[in-house]
């Protein structure tokens, strides 16, 4: 029987999550504790990070995990380098449950930033109204350009004031839809969307909102991952975990 470690935090990590509890598959879910609030889930749950590779080692060894699989956010590029790391060293199967990448489509505005520093580079120039959609990590980052106003979106209220000197925030959490998100942008005058590739529906009316507004979009690449199997259902996981009635994994990368 597979005693699964899930790295959740991801709406795909929770949907796997109730299948692992229909199906009677003993499973653990962590969270890196970023959430104030987790959403309550039907398997046991832990948070906070290992201790690195060699924490993460010693808990999939002492807890006789069986399978890793990795749902985190498709940029939270330490913690799935580690998860690779650590399921080799352990010796167990790992697997990634993700997202496909989103591709701009006719009407899109879309200018590439290779990471976080990039994009911030780019916002060189004349005072503009900017809406970061990139949760609140990378918030400081871009007070090396303090001209602009930012409009920030979080899921919670932060305990300190963001370093911006000028800045709206909004405590909200999605699902958004394209008709609040338009409303959104256009009440607080927004003339530029900065957000990470995250893919996904869940996250994805921003797009749509900016693309019906004319509004151009800083979209800041994926972080490179070394090879790794990846799927993007989370049937396709229980698949792999060897219920045979889902997906054929097979149509991961």
């Not at 890793?68 to 998860?83: G, I, K, Y």
């Not at 932060?158 to 000028?166: D, F, R, S």
Request: with cysteine.
């Amino acid at each position: 029987m597979p005693n699964v470690l899930l790295l959740g935090g991801t709406t795909e990590a929770s949907a796997l999550a109730r299948l692992l509890a229909e199906k009677g598959v003993q499973a653990t879910l962590s969270y890196a504790g970023r959430t104030e609030a987790p959403k309550a889930q039907p398997i046991k749950t832990r948070v906070g990070g290992f201790g690195g590779v060699r924490g993460l080692v010693d808990y999939l060894r002492d807890h006789n995990v069986t399978h890793l699989v990795d749902a985190t956010h498709p940029f939270a590029a330490q913690m799935s380098a580690h998860a690779i790391k650590a399921a080799w060293i352990a010796g167990i199967p790992h697997i990634v449950l993700t997202r496909p990448a989103w591709v701009p489509v006719a009407g899109d505005r879309w200018l590439c930033a290779r990471d976080i520093d990039a994009a911030v580079d780019m916002l060189a120039g004349p005072a503009r109204r900017i809406m970061l959609a990139l949760g609140r990590m990378h918030v400081e980052a871009f007070a090396a350009q303090p001209q602009h106003h930012y409009l920030l979106r979080f899921v919670d209220a932060p305990a300190e004031p963001p370093a911006l000197p000028h800045h709206s925030l909004v405590v909200d959490r999605g699902p958004f839809t394209i008709e609040g998100d338009c409303r959104l942008m256009q009440d607080h005058a927004v003339d530029l969307i900065v957000c990470k590739n995250a893919g996904g529906a869940g996250a994805a009316a921003k797009l749509t909102a900016a693309r019906q507004l004319g509004l151009p979009v800083l979209m800041i690449e994926r972080p490179a991952m070394p090879d790794r199997m990846e799927v993007y259902l989370p049937e396709d996981v229980m698949a792999w975990l060897g219920h045979d009635d889902a997906p054929n994994a097979e149509r991961g990368v």
